[in-house]
């Protein structure tokens, strides 16, 4: 099975940037898209940018784009997070997770994820 291992998270004021990163192993030439979702305390997970393996394609929420940019490295195995101007209301542990068959917006589409990362914007 693939796994997908997160980093780059912490505390920091709004406005700041962090960026995340989640290193994929094993059967990676699995994956299709890697997609990033974040869940906040007594919130549901929600989805926060995907892009594809290829590099070819990305999508973004509405409430991130502008603001986040999603990438990866020649191999497609590590994508990033970029993330910018960050809001108290992005607080939330993230998750990276990869889907074999698309690029979706929906969490019940990827295949595997992993442990999470916390990220806490101050005011």
């Known amino acids: 099975q693939v796994q997908l291992v997160e980093s780059g998270g912490g505390l920091v004021q709004a406005g700041d940037s962090l960026r995340l990163s989640c290193a994929a192993s094993?059967?990676?030439?699995?994956?299709?898209?890697m997609g990033w979702f974040r869940q906040a305390p007594g919130k549901e997970r929600e989805f926060v940018a995907v892009i594809a393996r290829s590099g070819t394609a990305t999508f973004y929420a509405g409430s991130v784009k502008g603001r986040f940019t999603i990438s990866r490295d020649n191999a497609g195995n590590t994508v990033y997070l970029q993330m910018n101007s960050l809001k108290p209301e992005d607080t939330a542990i993230y998750y990276c997770a990869s889907s074999s068959s698309s690029l979706s917006t929906s969490a019940g589409r990827y295949d595997y994820w992993g442990q999470g990362t916390q990220v806490t914007v101050s005011s």
């Open positions: 094993e059967r990676t030439s699995s994956i299709y898209a």
